[in-house]
């Protein structure tokens, strides 16, 4: 009896503390926030233990360890036939969300087009619109994000700025 005890208190403190774990969710924006962008219901996948963060990022996890992640959401938004990805991670410190953004971006910065600082974006970002692909990377508190649209054009970049700006805000009003 003593050992099926503890395998139930320890089932039980798992559940809580992955219950207790920030829902990164909330930071992101829901259907239809930003323009007419809606949340690809399939690909909408929080990861807030070390099973989950394999299955999200396999390989690049023990890297990402090193900067003491400890949570990530990754949310797939599209609008008619295009699509947006948001990653966004959660570190244990500022100083390693700095150094993660410092990694993304090194050598990006001379590429054509990028632009820095971002208005509206909180800390350090980049915006970077290159190989078909705009991407703006910015760090805040103790969080990384993400974010990529499928195109360069001034309405994509302009599209990836606005949900950087609108996470930025969340992050710097949730406490």
Request: proline share 3%.
């Given at each position: 009896?003593?050992?099926?005890y503890?395998?139930?208190?320890?089932?039980?403190?798992?559940?809580?503390?992955?219950?207790?774990?920030?829902?990164?969710?909330?930071?992101?924006p829901?259907?239809?926030?930003?323009?007419?962008?809606?949340?690809?219901?399939?690909?909408?996948?929080g990861a807030?233990?070390?099973?989950?963060?394999?299955d999200?990022?396999?390989?690049?996890?023990?890297?990402?360890?090193?900067?003491?992640?400890k949570?990530?959401?990754?949310?797939?938004?599209?609008?008619?036939?295009?699509?947006?990805?948001?990653?966004?991670?959660?570190?244990?410190?500022?100083?390693?969300?700095?150094?993660?953004?410092?990694?993304?971006?090194?050598?990006?910065?001379?590429?054509?087009?990028?632009?820095?600082?971002?208005?509206?974006?909180?800390?350090q970002?980049?915006l970077?619109p290159?190989?078909?692909?705009?991407?703006?990377?910015?760090?805040?508190?103790?969080?990384?994000?993400?974010?990529?649209?499928?195109?360069?054009?001034?309405?994509?970049?302009?599209t990836?700025?606005?949900?950087?700006?609108?996470?930025?805000?969340?992050?710097r009003?949730?406490?």
């Amino acid at each position: 009896m003593g050992k099926r005890y503890l395998l139930v208190v320890a089932a039980v403190l798992a559940c809580v503390l992955v219950w207790a774990a920030p829902q990164l969710s909330i930071l992101l924006p829901g259907s239809r926030t930003i323009g007419d962008w809606v949340i690809y219901a399939a690909a909408d996948r929080g990861a807030y233990t070390e099973k989950g963060l394999y299955d999200l990022y396999d390989g690049d996890v023990p890297h990402l360890k090193k900067f003491g992640l400890k949570a990530a959401h990754q949310r797939v938004y599209k609008s008619g036939d295009k699509r947006l990805i948001v990653d966004l991670l959660l570190l244990d410190s500022s100083q390693h969300a700095k150094a993660l953004y410092r990694e993304r971006i090194a050598g990006l910065t001379k590429l054509p087009g990028c632009k820095t600082p971002l208005s509206g974006v909180k800390e350090q970002g980049l915006l970077v619109p290159s190989g078909g692909v705009t991407i703006v990377y910015f760090w805040q508190k103790t969080y990384l994000c993400s974010i990529s649209v499928f195109g360069t054009t001034s309405t994509q970049q302009q599209t990836a700025v606005t949900f950087a700006r609108w996470i930025s805000n969340k992050i710097r009003t949730s406490g």
